[in-house]
């Protein structure tokens, strides 16, 4: 591919946010130094037990779901279970005890999945957004296996290969695939990958939009910091959206994560400007991944809401294990 060709977010090495904002110069060595180092005082994990709330699998639901509703459960982080139309998908799949390539070092789980892999009903697809060990757990995807369809960004397929999953689904940001009747779209994000120090965004991220054969339409947001012009753009082409996962947490401090993960505020902002109708919230209550107390996200998930004037049950941070179920609405 010439250059001419190439799309701009390819680079000579990998890949590259679109509208990228000034970012600084901030490493993994100063993150580390500011998490051991800096003066904000960091949730230990072996303290976070029982502070996210958590609800017994409705497993009845789970295994026999009606077709012509949506249901989403939260098994914790960006991990879900997505149930429509006879179609069960799941995101992100990490039901390891460390978001790590350690066994002994490493981000370590203080909540319990909300649903164990031999808890799953058939899984149609699994669909990844990015790379990073708390989105991407190889040992969990040996485990689910093989039967799925998996869905990937660019250049991911290797990596899955490492779990045994010999084929995969590749796709470039607005590249789209139909499997049993759902058309799959991979949506940019505002992230970044990488798996070790030296392959930083040589593998492509991303969120995903799903819309089925009866025009209902579900977002997945994966990893992402806010970028007004981005999502507003996107918005605009694939919105609306009936119903969404959007993270709101991993936040702070603010200067370090503001351009790799969304607070509560802008979370609400994502929501409104993807026109996501009603969504759950992920990415909080599971890892210790950064500053903020373990159980702020959703107390500041509700001011936003009421700042913004947005009901409650639009917008839910559920327990983890939870399924909500969903009516569609048809629309005029």
């Not at 919105?239 to 351009?259: K, S």
């Amino acid at each position: 591919m010439t250059d001419d060709a190439r799309p701009p977010h390819h680079t000579d090495t990998g890949f590259e946010n679109r509208y990228p904002l000034p970012d600084g110069k901030k490493t993994f060595f100063t993150f580390l130094k500011r998490r051991y180092f800096g003066d904000e005082n960091w949730p230990k994990a072996k303290h976070q037990h029982g502070k996210t709330p958590q609800e017994l699998p409705n497993l009845e639901a789970i295994h026999a779901p009606d077709p012509t509703q949506a249901q989403i459960t939260w098994i914790g982080h960006a991990s879900a279970l997505v149930q429509y139309g006879g179609i069960n998908i799941l995101t992100d799949p990490v039901f390891s005890h460390r978001a790590s390539p350690l066994r002994f070092a490493g981000p370590r789980r203080y909540s319990p999945p909300g649903l164990r892999i031999d808890q799953l009903p058939k899984i149609d697809m699994v669909v990844l957004s990015h790379n990073h060990y708390d989105h991407f757990d190889l040992h969990s995807l040996r485990e689910i296996g093989t039967g799925p369809r998996h869905i990937v960004p660019l250049r991911n397929g290797a990596l899955l290969q490492q779990a045994g999953i010999d084929t995969c689904h590749e796709l470039d940001w607005d590249q789209s695939l139909t499997l049993d009747g759902v058309t799959v779209t991979l949506l940019p994000s505002y992230h970044w990958s990488s798996r070790k120090l030296s392959d930083r965004k040589q593998m492509l991220w991303g969120g995903y939009g799903f819309e089925f054969a009866d025009g209902f339409k579900f977002y997945f947001a994966g990893d992402s910091g806010w970028n007004e012009k981005l999502f507003s753009e996107m918005g605009a082409q694939y919105g609306p959206f009936d119903l969404g996962l959007i993270p709101i947490g991993a936040y702070e401090p603010r200067d370090f994560m503001e351009r790799a993960h969304v607070n509560p505020y802008e979370a609400v902002q994502l929501k409104q400007a993807m026109g996501v109708k009603q969504a759950i919230a992920i990415h909080w209550g599971t890892f210790v991944l950064t500053s903020e107390p373990v159980d702020e996200p959703p107390q500041k998930l509700r001011h936003a809401l009421h700042e913004a004037g947005i009901a409650a049950d639009e917008f839910q941070a559920v327990p983890i294990g939870a399924t909500r179920i969903f009516s569609r609405d048809p629309g005029p």
